[in-house]
């Protein structure tokens, strides 16, 4: 006696919508970026909040913690990885160097201000502050790209600039001071 039962459509729609959610948690908790000559891979868990940096020849691996919806943008020579990534009301970028295993430090919202006396505020404090690896020029040239809030007479201040990751040192700051127009 062969024991067969049907299947209903509530079953189906049952198993296909587990599946469907399976997948979507898989898909959405983590992404991946392969660096350009492909020997290293870049990874984001959403739930742990760590960057894993896998050397794929030996399968090294490197954890950074507490990063917030991180962006990867790899150096034309597989070198440097600048991660983008949000930390509580500011958008922020580090460099790592892969050859050294160190993270270059990049000008942070004081040393933009010191480069000229227009680009300072009354509030020095890093909230509402962004500042962000956009572009590789070459292996060890980046646009950055800055914004924080406005000062106390209604100023936003925005700009870029071009960095030397070797050197440190800036260079073409180019920016804008906008006044706000009131809603």
């Known amino acids: 006696m062969n024991k067969r039962r049907k299947i209903g459509a509530i079953s189906i729609f049952s198993i296909v919508f587990v599946i469907g959610i399976v997948f979507i948690f898989t898909y959405t908790s983590s992404y991946k970026s392969l660096a350009p000559n ?15 940096i896998k050397n ?14 991180p962006g990867f ?38 040393a933009i ?5 227009k680009l300072k505020t009354s509030d020095n404090s890093l909230n509402n502050t962004c500042i962000e690896v956009t572009k590789w020029l070459d292996n060890e040239h980046v646009v950055i790209e800055f914004s924080w809030s406005a000062d106390e007479i209604g100023h936003n201040i ?18 804008i001071r906008e006044k706000n127009i009131p809603n």
């Open 38 to 52: 492909k020997q290293y891979q870049a990874s984001y868990n959403r739930y742990s909040r760590i960057i894993t």
């Open 56 to 69: 794929i020849a030996d399968d090294r691996k490197c954890y950074l913690s507490d990063y917030e919806n």
């Open 73 to 110: 943008l790899w150096s034309k020579n597989s070198r440097f990885l600048a991660i983008n990534f949000t930390n509580s009301s500011r958008r922020a970028s580090d460099i790592i160097d892969l050859e050294q295993s160190l993270c270059c430090t990049i000008p942070d919202k004081l």
């Open 113 to 117: 201000q010191a480069l000229d006396s």
């Open 158 to 175: 925005s700009g870029w600039f071009i960095y030397n990751i070797q050197s440190s040192s800036i260079k073409e700051l180019n920016f």
